[in-house]
């Protein structure tokens, strides 16, 4: 089973995108999904994530307030709206399925993992 995420591109800082990671798992709505970056020569880092109803979110400081994690358990996919877009939000962003049924923010509590689609912003 494979997460594909799409909607990656190139953009001017302030200018926005929006992510999202089809995800054909039949137990899709069982588990938190998160989406994650990871720039040149960095660690991948924790983005945002979702629960399963979608009433638990989080996300990390550098992007609170100007991004938005959603999903759609019916249509088996999650987005991420990223609004105001800086350079340092450049990287290739993943999403990934979590192991838990809470919404966890380290990496090694996601299990599967799409192939990353790249977020490059121009200053």
């Known amino acids: 089973v494979q997460l594909q995420a799409f909607g990656g591109g190139l953009v001017q800082a302030g200018e926005s995108l929006s992510l999202s990671c089809a995800a054909p798992?039949?137990?899709?709505?069982?588990?938190?999904m998160g989406w994650f970056r990871q720039a040149p020569g960095k660690e991948r880092e924790f983005v945002a994530t979702?629960?399963?109803?979608?009433?638990?979110?989080k996300y990390a400081d550098s992007v609170e307030g100007r991004f938005t994690i959603s999903r759609d358990n019916a249509k088996t996919t999650v987005y991420l709206q990223m609004n105001n877009l800086k350079p340092e939000d450049t990287g290739v962003y993943y999403c990934?399925?979590?192991?838990?049924?809470?919404?966890?923010?380290?990496?090694?509590?996601?299990?599967?993992w799409g192939q990353g689609t790249q977020v490059t912003v121009s200053s």
């Open positions: 798992l039949r137990t899709f709505s069982s588990y938190a």
């Open positions: 990934a399925r979590s192991k838990l049924n809470t919404v966890p923010l380290k990496v090694y509590n996601y299990d599967l």
């Open positions: 979702v629960g399963r109803g979608s009433r638990n979110i």
